[in-house]
């Protein structure tokens, strides 16, 4: 009786695990009727295109239905390359799972200029003025990696702008994190684990403000509004995504 007890609720746990790998990176029909698109399906990169060349094969890879940077040498672009969606988005929701390895360094890139073709000021080293820039929802290994010293630089913040607050929680390297950005009219929100843990208003004194002592303030028409794509950052380290899912939001909805 103990054995059979022990094989049924064995077989419980398998069922259970299982149906949890089966729904990843899948909509409910709930979420399918209130707007929501998957991103990634785990098995295709259709909605996703590179920055360089648009036209080229995307060099990152799908790994365990994840979609994952390969490794380079902790410098952007050195991996996989940026991509981004191939739609663009004006009011949104965007969530998303990550995981990181130890030591890495990634982001999230919203209200995204592409300078491939027109370029800018260099914004880090070894920028020759043509790589995308935009507003960034850091992804870091706070833990290890040397940037989390500067509190504006650590996972969740407004890259560079704004630090993430006290209710922050972030799980190890290794561990998937669940984030969320909430793009309404003018009003930004970025959420860890499901806790939001800051927010701005664009083109806001107080933003604008920020971004002059910045190293943006030399971009014409950072801190706008306007439609974007959403852009994966290639720090050159290892990272791995799921579960991204997007609902575009008219400006007058409360979500």
């Known amino acids: ?7 049924a609720l064995c077989s419980l746990s398998l069922a259970g695990a299982l149906q949890a790998q089966d729904a990843v990176n899948t909509l409910s029909d709930a979420e399918q009727k209130a707007g929501w698109k998957l991103l990634f399906d785990g098995k295709t990169l259709t909605s996703w295109r590179g920055y360089r060349d648009p036209a080229a094969p995307i060099k990152w890879t799908i790994e365990n239905s994840c979609l994952k940077n390969v490794k380079g040498n902790g410098r952007p672009e050195t991996g996989g390359g940026e991509i981004l969606t191939v739609d663009e988005f004006t009011d949104f929701d965007f969530r998303f799972e990550w995981r990181i390895a130890p030591g890495g360094n990634s982001g999230i890139i919203y ?21 995308p820039v935009g507003h960034e929802y850091q992804l870091l290994d706070d833990e290890r990696h040397p940037d989390a010293k500067e509190p504006t630089h650590r996972a969740g913040a407004l ?20 984030s969320r950005i909430l793009v309404q009219g003018k009003h930004v929100e970025h959420w860890l684990n499901g806790a939001k843990i800051l927010e701005y208003e664009l083109e806001s004194p107080a933003l604008r403000s ?25 720090h050159g380290d290892e990272i791995w995504f ?13 979500p």
Do not use: C, W
């Open 1 to 7: 009786m103990k054995i059979f007890a022990l094989f």
């Open 159 to 178: 890259y560079a702008l704004i630090a993430p607050n006290a209710s922050k929680r972030l799980k190890p390297a290794g561990e998937f994190n669940q």
């Open 242 to 254: 799921r579960n991204l899912k997007i609902r575009p939001l008219p400006a007058s909805t409360n």
């Open 210 to 234: 920020l971004i002059a002592a910045s190293k943006y303030k030399d971009l014409p028409g950072f801190g706008t509004k306007f439609k974007t794509r959403i852009q994966i950052q290639d």
């Open 111 to 131: 209200f995204v200029k592409e300078r491939q073709h027109a370029p800018g000021p260099k914004m880090f080293r070894g920028d020759d003025g043509t790589g």
